[in-house]
């Protein structure tokens, strides 16, 4: 269910009350444990959050090597579950169970409204990624407190969903969601490049909607056995099959691109959605998409309503698909350091953090 949008703020916080925050103070240095202090009043259509538990994105990797820019210092960190510990919010009261957008958009410009693309709002503000002198500073899920800002959708939690299923749901399944919401038509053999969460969710979602064979690659033994747990039929790499009506890019690697060209039948719709980041030029001609009369498309993040969707579906789906394996033993906030060691290692889809 989706919470509505603004209304009157709320009487002022006690000045001493303060969060715990983890700096990201640029590639390659460790993460440093602070406190700032939470806002003494909120404006209206503002929400104050307690952080139950967070996970590490695969993109917040990319920043602390190096991949990806961001500002320093921030917080880092978009995929969370929380609390509502303060509402200046018409119908989000407090001590909800929420999960929210990962982007706060303004609701007026073209891409909100005529393009139906609130995601490359011309005001975007995304948590996780912005400055810590934006606004209180409590910008992202790497703390102990989060600000959620007037124009970002907040969701209930359905009390039946652990933190460690629904956290990774306001971006890694929302994202896959967003990918797979334009099918070919017919679509009844699918190539999904890469096992990791988005590869996993596609796996699940596709088989979700019908589709009869679900084709999953990647150079991980351990990956592709879980693949199989979600309904995904396992590839190891040079495996042939038969031509394919869609192909999803989620390995984040451009070097997969000609393989999925080659997979597709005439008329195929081809989605890359983990190659954000500059190292992702292309082997590819014109050429290539033109005789075969593909279709390309590219997805970054996702609207609101695709969220919605992937709250449903966990709700729905979560005793049937073995959701928690994907996420590890909650770890401390104070040892974010030794967290994303463990992330690096992939061991685990995502690494939990509780503060």
């Given at each position: 269910?989706?919470?509505?949008l603004p ?13 715990r925050i983890?700096?990201f103070?640029?590639?390659g240095k ?6 700032a202090?939470l806002?003494?009043?909120?404006q ?5 959050v307690?952080?139950?538990?967070a ?17 320093a210092?921030c ?9 509502v510990?303060?509402?200046a919010?018409?119908g989000?009261?407090t ?7 990962l982007a ?7 891409p ?16 996780g ?20 800002r ?37 679509c ?9 969460l ?6 699940a ?10 084709f ?5 033994p351990q ?15 040079g495996?042939l099959?038969?031509p394919?009506?869609?192909?999803i ?12 060209i080659?997979?597709?039948r ?26 075969k ?5 590219g997805?970054?993040?996702?609207a ?6 992937g709250l449903?579906f966990?709700?729905?789906?979560q ?8 996420t590890?033993?909650?770890l ?5 350091n ?6 690096r290692?992939r061991q ?8």
């Open positions: 269910m989706i919470l509505p209304d009157p703020a709320q009487p002022p916080f006690e000045q001493s009350a303060q969060a983890q700096l103070q640029g590639p460790p993460f440093h444990l602070s406190t202090a806002p003494e009043e909120l209206p259509g503002e929400v104050l307690k952080i139950s538990l996970t590490i994105c695969g993109s917040d990797l990319h920043t602390v090597e190096g991949r990806r820019s961001a500002p210092p917080v880092l960190g978009h995929e969370s579950v929380g609390s510990l303060r509402s919010r018409s989000v009261p001590g909800q169970r929420v999960t929210w957008t706060d958009s303004c609701g007026h410009c073209a909100c409204t005529d393009w139906h693309l609130p995601q490359k709002c011309e005001q975007l503000f995304k948590y990624h912005a400055a810590l002198n934006d606004g209180c500073g409590l910008n992202g899920c790497y703390a102990s407190h989060i600000l959620l007037p124009g970002t959708h907040i969701f209930t939690v359905p009390d039946s969903l652990p933190d460690a299923v629904a956290a990774p749901a306001n971006c890694a399944l929302a994202t896959m969601v967003n990918a797979l919401e334009i099918l070919p038509d017919p009844r053999r699918v190539l999904v490049q890469g096992g990791g988005l590869g996993i969710y596609a796996c979602w596709l088989r979700h909607l019908g589709v009869r064979e679900v999953c690659t990647d150079l991980s990956r592709l056995a879980l693949v199989a747990e979600f309904g995904g039929i396992p590839l190891t790499a495996s099959l038969p394919v009506d869609l192909v890019e989620v390995t984040g690697q451009s070097s997969v691109i000609p393989d999925g080659k997979a597709l005439p008329g195929g719709h081809y989605v890359w959605a983990g190659m954000v980041h500059p190292d992702s030029r292309l082997d590819l001609t014109g050429e290539q998409v033109l005789r009369c593909l279709t390309l498309r997805v970054h993040n996702y609101p309503h695709h969220l919605a969707a449903d966990l709700a729905t789906n005793t049937r698909l073995p959701f928690g394996k994907l590890s033993p909650a401390p906030l104070e040892r974010l030794e967290a994303m060691d463990l992330a290692s685990w889809q995502r690494v939990a953090l509780r503060p």
